[in-house]
């Protein structure tokens, strides 16, 4: 992560390949999961709930070392594969990754995109061969597409250059791409939008760019997260949020265009929640029906404690 000084350790570790070269590399998360994570409690008790393995047909648990996967071929038909023979399928593969071409970076589609992960030299004797790639690649001005092994899974993956670094995304295979037109039949043709219209979406647009900065926005669902738990902690009374706007109608689309337009020319803001400089107003919160005295009952039962469970 960008600004952590902890130094990480690789998720991956091998050799990158191009050519007759081979430089010794280590794969590095490139992002961080803030999702908000909970465990589970049964509710009313303080007594958490956990997941076991167990044998469905004898109820007993199974240790973790004596699991195998298998593979459904027909209805309640299965092979069974151990681990070790998925890793005996391509010997040396998962040390391995291998840049197959080069093109360029502009012509991969996003929606490709899956993970981003920072590949750096793994050693002091790979940081020349490493600076020899990434400014070769800088200087010509293309994307390497490589595919490696990691975790008994194949992935294709696009490499450039960023800086001092090189930047390794994972992407999808073709055949893990969906079809849009078969996942939503009713697109609507392409030009078929009224001139008058389109002219007042372009206009609401560019009154809308903005230069690209992420630190703009926030995970706003997450802050509210973080609020919950410490209002309730603290036995305050729950709010809950304003409904969501409803749906333009079809009928009012140019009055919705054009009053849009209007308010951000007049700096009325238009940003979403999500976005630290939205000047769009909050929608208004409304208190729960409950009773306060039955709200301050319910917060104070959410909280658990480890000493009652003892």
């Known amino acids: 992560m960008r600004g952590d000084t902890t130094m990480a350790r690789p998720v991956w570790s091998g050799t990158l390949s191009f050519g007759l070269v081979s430089v010794p590399v280590g794969l590095y998360s490139g992002t961080t999961d803030k999702t908000p994570h909970f465990h589970q409690f049964e509710r009313g008790t303080a007594d958490r709930v956990r997941n076991k393995r167990v044998n469905e047909r004898t109820g007993k648990e199974v240790d973790y070392d004596d699991v195998v996967k298998g593979a459904e071929v027909s209805d309640g038909d299965y092979v069974i594969v151990d681990p070790d023979e998925l890793d005996a399928i391509a010997p040396g593969r998962s040390k391995l990754m291998e840049i197959n071409e080069f093109v360029d970076a502009d012509e991969i589609d996003p929606s490709y995109y899956r993970r981003t992960y920072y590949l750096g030299p793994s050693g002091d004797e790979a940081a020349k061969p490493y600076g020899l790639l990434r400014d070769a690649m800088d200087a010509a001005g293309k994307a390497a597409i490589a595919t490696f092994v990691m975790r008994n899974k194949e992935y294709l993956a696009a490499i450039r250059p960023d800086g001092q670094t090189l930047v390794l995304e994972t992407l999808y295979f073709e055949d893990e791409m969906r079809d849009p037109r078969k ?112 709200a301050k009952k319910q917060t104070n039962s959410g909280r658990t404690s480890r000493k009652k469970a003892s």
Do not use: C, H, Q
């Open 183 to 294: 996942e939503m039949p009713s697109l609507p043709a392409r030009g078929k939008s009224a001139k008058k219209e389109r002219d007042a979406a372009v206009s609401l647009i560019e009154s809308m760019t903005e230069k690209w900065r992420p630190a703009d926005f926030e995970d706003t669902y997450r802050a509210k997260v973080d609020k919950l738990i410490k209002d309730k902690r603290k036995g305050k009374e729950v709010v809950a949020e304003g409904e969501p706007p409803e749906s333009t109608n079809v009928v009012d689309l140019m009055a919705a265009l054009e009053a849009s337009v209007d308010r951000a020319k007049k700096g009325g803001g238009t940003k979403s929640s999500g976005s630290k400089g939205s000047g769009a107003k909050k929608a208004s919160a409304k208190k729960s029906t409950a009773k306060k005295s039955d």
